[in-house]
């Protein structure tokens, strides 16, 4: 057996509040280690600035290592954990920027991190393409990291699959009217290529964006190990038939209006802050992959359309 224990956060990040997102990272980090022994903590894409930045990601993009990382790999020491998390990454050259995912290691040490590939909409104006699928040998195995979009690709999970992956850290922001591609494309991914998916979604809304939330751990079967639900709002109460006041003929009482706006003004549910917590068992992936034997069976040499522009 290699049991281990991941945890995945969903945060909602103040817009352009790095300093003020760290220290809220700090405390997520204290309070998951300090309940539990954990193995990996992992939070959303872009979570110590927030998404949508525009030209200010020129601002608040950091190099790897800087500032951030450091504050994060301290709290790595701290705690004897992996931390995996999604910032705006700067080149040398200033104006070569990255959305990126960072991994820290137990030791306080940048493991190392991966340049957002498959970039979508206003990302585009903002970022470079990353061009490398690395991944990281860990204490506990091999680890791929993925950021927001490239989980739409199903080429992207098995690359890092290919090259050893047993477990992938995802890191997005995925929208709130789009939470049923995340649920598919997360189990998706798992069943595909017979492995573990830790995946974080952030919180919370920017300036025109909302976010969904639902962050899971998925097993190579497509088993759900944990699961951040967001909360149902209560169906709203049938209206108590409108009742005629003898001194003002068919008007309504104003208590009777004050109900009605109340409840046009009602909010439905929001996804809540907090974090999930599961033990997994990294030999479920071999053991999956020799029963299913779906990556053995693989015939690479007929999927030369693969690699083909559309």
């Given at each position: 057996?290699?049991?281990?224990?991941?945890?995945?956060?969903?945060?909602?990040?103040?817009?352009?509040?790095?300093?003020?997102?760290?220290?809220?990272?700090?405390?997520?980090?204290?309070?998951?280690?300090?309940?539990?022994?954990?193995?990996?903590?992992?939070?959303?894409?872009?979570?110590?600035?927030?998404?949508?930045?525009?030209?200010?990601?020129?601002?608040?993009?950091?190099?790897?290592?800087?500032?951030?990382?450091?504050?994060?790999?301290?709290?790595?020491?701290?705690?004897?954990?992996?931390?995996?998390?999604?910032?705006?990454?700067?080149?040398?050259?200033?104006?070569?920027?990255?959305?990126?995912?960072?991994?820290?290691?137990?030791?306080?040490?940048?493991?190392?991190?991966?340049?957002?590939?498959?970039?979508?909409?206003?990302?585009?104006?903002?970022?470079?393409?990353?061009?490398?699928?690395?991944?990281?040998?860990?204490?506990?195995?091999?680890?791929?990291?993925?950021?927001?979009?490239?989980?739409?690709?199903?080429?992207?999970?098995?690359?890092?699959?290919?090259?050893?992956?047993?477990?992938?850290?995802?890191?997005?922001?995925?929208?709130?009217?789009?939470?049923?591609?995340?649920?598919?494309?997360?189990?998706?991914?798992?069943?595909?290529?017979?492995?573990?998916?830790?995946?974080?979604?952030?919180?919370?809304?920017?300036?025109?964006?909302?976010?969904?939330?639902?962050?899971?751990?998925?097993?190579?079967?497509?088993?759900?190990?944990?699961?951040?639900?967001t909360p149902t709002p209560e169906p709203e109460k049938p209206a108590e038939p409108e009742k005629k006041d003898e001194a003002a003929g068919d008007e309504k009482t104003p208590e009777k209006k004050a109900e009605k706006k109340s409840a046009a003004e009602a909010k439905p549910g929001e996804p809540p802050e907090g974090f999930v917590v599961a033990r997994i068992d990294?030999?479920?992936?071999?053991?999956?992959?020799?029963?299913?034997?779906?990556?053995?069976?693989?015939?690479?040499?007929?999927?030369?359309?693969?690699?083909?522009?559309?």
């Open positions: 057996m290699r049991e281990i224990t991941v945890a995945t956060v969903q945060m909602k990040p103040a817009l352009g509040e790095i300093e003020d997102n760290l220290v809220k990272m700090s405390e997520f980090v204290s309070k998951i280690a300090s309940q539990q022994k954990v193995d990996l903590i992992v939070f959303p894409e872009l979570i110590t600035s927030g998404y949508e930045l525009g030209v200010r990601f020129t601002e608040l993009a950091q190099r790897i290592p800087g500032p951030s990382v450091n504050v994060l790999a301290q709290r790595a020491a701290e705690f004897g954990v992996y931390i995996a998390f999604g910032m705006a990454a700067k080149e040398r050259v200033e104006s070569v920027l990255y959305n990126s995912a960072v991994l820290v290691g137990p030791d306080g040490e940048l493991v190392g991190n991966y340049n957002k590939i498959h970039l979508r909409g206003e990302e585009r104006m903002a970022f470079r393409e990353g061009f490398r699928l690395p991944v990281f040998e860990t204490e506990f195995g091999v680890l791929g990291l993925m950021l927001g979009w490239d989980l739409a690709f199903p080429e992207v999970a098995r690359s890092l699959t290919l090259e050893g992956a047993e477990l992938l850290a995802v890191m997005a922001n995925w929208e709130a009217d789009q939470m049923e591609e995340w649920r598919t494309f997360v189990r998706a991914r798992s069943y595909e290529n017979g492995l573990f998916v830790a995946a974080a979604n952030r919180a919370g809304e920017d300036v025109t964006l909302s976010f969904g939330g639902e962050s899971m751990v998925v097993g190579p079967g497509g088993k759900t190990y944990a699961y951040l639900e990294l030999e479920d992936v071999r053991r999956h992959r020799e029963e299913r034997q779906t990556i053995q069976a693989r015939q690479p040499s007929v999927y030369r359309a693969l690699v083909r522009r559309y």
